[in-house]
Nanobody, 122 residues
Framework: EVQLQASGGGLVQAGGSLRLSCVAS????????IGWFRQTPGKEREGVAC????????YGIDSVKGRFTISSLNAKNTVYLQMNSLKPEDTAVYYC???????????????RGQGTQVTVSS
């Protein structure tokens, strides 16, 4: 059974930092691109960042470049999203996701874990 266990959300002031973690299980870690989508009520889901450990590739949307960093610890099947200089518009539920085709990891996913709430106050 595929599981993507996310943690690390919380409430932070604008300009602050949070680190999200996602522990993956039930599949071969290197066979999938792992990443993060976010969603707020009434808005479309949005791919934020993702990586393929086997390809050594990382992807991120323009609005988070320079602020968010995605990384992995392969020995622990874990992906991290370090979020710095957070803005109120980053407020959302963040979901850990997985897809086999890394080229699509900002746009689609095959598996999604439970979300973790990130709230940035102004």
């Amino acid at each position: 059974e595929v599981q993507l266990q996310a943690s690390g959300g919380g409430l932070v002031q604008a300009g602050g930092s949070l680190r999200l973690s996602c522990v993956a299980s039930g599949f071969t870690f290197g066979d999938y691109a792992i990443g993060w989508f976010r969603q707020t009520p009434g808005k479309e889901r949005e791919g934020v960042a993702c990586l393929s450990s086997s390809e050594g590739s990382t992807y991120g949307i323009d609005s988070v470049k320079g602020r968010f960093t995605i990384s992995s610890l392969n020995a622990k099947n874990t992906v991290y999203l370090q979020m710095n200089s957070l803005k109120p518009e980053d407020t959302a539920v963040y979901y850990c996701t997985a897809i086999r085709f890394h080229q699509l990891c900002l746009y689609e996913y095959e598996y999604r874990g439970q979300g973790t709430q990130v709230t940035v106050s102004s």
